[in-house]
């Protein structure tokens, strides 16, 4: 499986992205798929993902309300609507492809997409 995230770039502060990844393989219907990110000199953090089995979401409690997942299962695809942006959103966002365990732990993602850099000025 291969992950290509894009969409990143420069916006201000109360702006919108949309990060896209685009999965190889022909499991990406079956695939429970979630969103990461990392700021300089921070750990990976959670950020949402999408089950595969019923479309179940779930967000962490900093993006709830301003950023929205979804999927295409028939692009092979997954978004990251991503509005009302802050200066703290700014960090390299990964997309990942869920193996099992907890849905907040890196860990438990087997495939990594190459990020795409947000950064939010003030």
Do not use: H
Request: charged share 20%.
């Amino acid at each position: 499986v291969q992950l290509q995230a894009c969409g990143g770039g420069l916006v201000q502060a109360g702006g919108s992205l949309r990060l896209s990844c685009a999965a190889s393989g022909r499991t990406f219907r079956s695939s429970t798929m979630g969103w990461f990110r990392q700021a300089p000199g921070k750990e990976r953090e959670f950020i949402s993902v999408i089950r595969w089995s019923d479309g179940r979401i779930y967000y962490a409690d900093s993006v709830k309300g301003r950023f929205t997942i979804s999927r295409d299962n028939d692009k092979n695809t997954v978004y990251l609507q991503m509005n009302s942006l802050k200066p703290e959103d700014t960090a390299v966002y990964y997309c990942a492809k869920y193996s099992s365990g907890s849905y907040y732990y890196i860990t438990s993602y087997e495939y990594w997409g190459r990020g795409t850099q947000v950064t939010v000025s003030s």
